[in-house]
């Protein structure tokens, strides 16, 4: 079964990772930017961007695997000393090849900081017309949810993924335009609940699209292969699980 994961953060893995992910079925990832700390100033951001776009395709490349990137302000990454700039430097590096969406962006807290830069991000896949990936938070995840599908709609986004969808936040994510992101990974959804979301909302396969969220933590390394060969094992119908597990993205992101 061919797999895409559709969000992760590959600059914080291993190529000996990859080589074992590429043997497991996993053709092509989204890489999504993400700083583990708050960084001081923007150009940090600039930076990491650039070894996003410039470094990490070919790393991958060599294994197999097509690699893909989000840019974009994480809300756990908006810097001490932001410099509007930075939403200039979006915007152009967003035309370079490989990069597929605005990602990760979101809300985390809901601040009136973090929605100034979300709705900064969103007037800018507005006005391209380009995808985002959008991170829904662990905490008061249906309430800054639901702000996050208002700023969509103000902005009329439609095309992207809301992501890290659990049973607390689905009711938004089915009524928005957008995809539905599942993420399989300590923290978020165990396989057995991933199942259970597919099960009970069978009717929105064409728009579930499955990830790892695989970054610096410590993490269940290989959860979206399995999660697809539990949905093998299952016997699931074989073109759901070729949706959710790679058309769906290829689809969207236009990999
Ligand atoms: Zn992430």
Known sequence: MKIIDS???????PTKFFEIYRLMGVEAVISVAFYPIKPKFSETLEDLFRWMIEREPNRLAKIGISGFCGIGIH???IPGSLNPKIYEIIEELIYRPNVVCLGEIGLEKGTQEEIEVLSRQLAIADQNNFPVILHTPGKNKHEITK???ELLESFKIERGVLDHISPENIDLAINSNLLIGLTVQLGKLTVEKLLKIIREYKDSWERF?????????????YSVPIA???MVQEKMDIKLIERISFLNAKNLFGL
Do not use: C
């Not at 969000?7 to 893995?13: A, G, L, N």
């Not at 970054?215 to 390394?221: L, R, T």
């Open 75 to 77: 809300p756990r990454s």
């Open 147 to 149: 702000k996050i599908v």
């Open 228 to 230: 697809v060969q539990r």
């Open 209 to 221: 699209v499955l990830n790892s969220d695989l970054g610096i933590d410590i993490a269940e390394k």
């Open 7 to 13: 969000h992760m953060h590959t600059i914080f893995r």
